[in-house]
């Protein structure tokens, strides 16, 4: 049911960031004309996001409980409630544990084709859900942090206490958190598989200039989900990531669990930059255990030639590609990707 929503405002953190720049313009004089223009961009957007604030019509958002699966499974983690299911092997053989880490907008749901194929050969099949994502809770000043994650999986990993070894496999954002989970813990992992992993941590200029300011976040934070978090943009997203049109099923599998209230929040702290995440990439020739990295051949959004130069730069890296596929090969092509995974996994 679609209904009105009028966007609130902090306007507390409004007025403290206004009066800190007054204040840093009085101390050092050279900085009153930045300061202004700063301002004036606060301003501006205030009074747009005022406007379309009342006329705009929004989607109906949901609770956690209304998009539950039948496995689904809750743990509390450092302060925050992650949502995650698990897939058993077969003949009760457990030949190793494989965690399942999404991409940005990405949830359990992006893993749909490939744990089948990993609890036939007789693995155990972990996916969880990022703080902020699918379903795992939406909380304030959460570190978003390829770091912070890293931290945040090893211990959810330690409180599952299940039994044998652990494989990272990360999409996209989710391959710069399994690395960073390996460089954390480098004898924990057995191995690693990235695909179409996102490394690189360094944001443009106008998005770090948005990341210093607790209001401008918000406020960016809340347009991404009431005017980027439509039906019609995920359909658009998903094409691109696919190179093919995304069925009914696709689009609501990505849309649902990012308009669960509150979901601003983690777009808000997505938007803030991380000095670990920029230096994340220089220390990836410190992974000492195997990494294969998965690509869509095809890919727009972590073109193929970022995993060309991650084999570089990890030793014991190597690289396959996926003919035709782009940023989703898990999902465009399930049977090449499950068979590639799988010989990487029994090799190690």
């Given at each position: 049911?679609?209904?009105?929503?009028?966007?609130?405002?902090?306007?507390?953190?409004?007025?403290?960031?206004?009066?800190?720049?007054?204040?840093?313009?009085?101390?050092?004089?050279?900085?009153?004309?930045?300061?202004?223009?700063?301002?004036?961009?606060?301003?501006?957007?205030?009074?747009?996001?005022?406007?379309?604030?009342?006329?705009?019509?929004?989607?109906?958002?949901?609770?956690?409980?209304?998009?539950?699966?039948?496995?689904?499974?809750?743990?509390?983690?450092?302060?925050?409630?992650?949502?995650?299911?698990?897939?058993?092997?077969?003949?009760?053989?457990?030949?190793?544990?494989?965690?399942?880490?999404?991409?940005?907008?990405?949830?359990?749901?992006?893993?749909?084709?490939?744990?089948?194929?990993?609890?036939?050969?007789?693995y155990r099949a972990v996916s969880v859900d990022l703080p902020g994502f699918g379903l795992?809770?939406?909380?304030?000043?959460?570190?978003?942090?390829?770091?912070?994650?890293?931290?945040?999986?090893?211990?959810?990993?330690?409180?599952?206490?299940?039994?044998?070894?652990?494989?990272?496999?990360?999409?996209?954002?989710?391959?710069?958190?399994?690395?960073?989970?390996?460089?954390?813990?480098?004898?924990?992992?057995?191995?690693?598989?990235?695909?179409?992993?996102?490394?690189?941590?360094?944001?443009?200029?106008?998005?770090?200039?948005?990341?210093?300011?607790?209001?401008?976040?918000?406020?960016?934070?809340?347009?991404?989900?009431?005017?980027?978090?439509?039906?019609?943009?995920?359909?658009?997203?998903?094409?691109?990531?696919?190179?093919?049109?995304?069925?009914?099923?696709?689009?609501?599998?990505?849309?649902?669990?990012?308009?669960?209230?509150?979901?601003?929040?983690?777009?808000?702290?997505?938007?803030?930059?991380?000095?670990?995440?920029?230096?994340?990439?220089?220390?990836?020739?410190?992974?000492?255990?195997?990494?294969?990295?998965?690509?869509?051949?095809?890919?727009?959004?972590?073109?193929?030639?970022?995993?060309?130069?991650?084999?570089?730069?990890?030793?014991?890296?190597?690289?396959?590609?996926?003919?035709?596929?782009?940023?989703?090969?898990?999902?465009?092509?399930?049977?090449?990707?499950?068979?590639?995974?799988?010989?990487?996994?029994?090799?190690?």
């Open positions: 049911m679609e209904k009105k929503n009028h966007f609130l405002f902090d306007r507390n953190a409004f007025y403290i960031t206004v009066s800190k720049m007054i204040q840093k313009s009085l101390i050092q004089p050279n900085c009153i004309k930045r300061s202004l223009l700063f301002l004036s961009f606060i301003l501006l957007l205030y009074c747009f996001i005022s406007c379309i604030g009342s006329i705009t019509v929004y989607a109906k958002k949901y609770e956690v409980s209304d998009l539950v699966f039948e496995d689904s499974q809750f743990l509390m983690v450092d302060g925050v409630e992650l949502h995650y299911r698990i897939w058993l092997p077969k003949d009760d053989i457990n030949r190793g544990n494989v965690l399942l880490v999404h991409g940005l907008g990405g949830s359990t749901y992006s893993w749909r084709y490939t744990v089948t194929a990993l609890i036939e050969k007789g795992s809770q939406r909380k304030p000043a959460v570190n978003q942090s390829h770091e912070n994650r890293a931290t945040l999986l090893w211990r959810f990993i330690g409180d599952l206490k299940l039994k044998g070894t652990w494989h990272l496999v990360g999409h996209s954002m989710g391959g710069g958190i399994v690395a960073a989970m390996a460089l954390k813990k480098p004898y924990d992992a057995a191995s690693i598989i990235l695909v179409d992993g996102s490394i690189e941590g360094r944001i443009s200029r106008f998005l770090s200039l948005i990341s210093r300011s607790r209001l401008l976040r918000t406020i960016t934070g809340k347009l991404i989900s009431r005017l980027i978090v439509t039906r019609r943009k995920i359909k658009s997203f998903l094409r691109s990531a696919y190179g093919r049109e995304p069925n009914p099923e696709d689009v609501e599998g990505y849309y649902l669990p990012l308009r669960v209230k509150n979901t601003y929040l983690t777009m808000s702290y997505l938007l803030k930059k991380y000095p670990s995440d920029e230096k994340l990439l220089d220390d990836l020739d410190t992974i000492r255990v195997p990494v294969l990295c998965l690509w869509g051949s095809e890919d727009e959004w972590v073109p193929v030639d970022r995993g060309e130069e991650l084999i570089k730069k990890i030793p014991e890296a190597s690289l396959f590609v996926i003919d035709e596929a782009k940023h989703c090969p898990m999902e465009t092509h399930p049977e090449l990707f499950n068979s590639t995974l799988l010989q990487f996994l029994d090799k190690n």
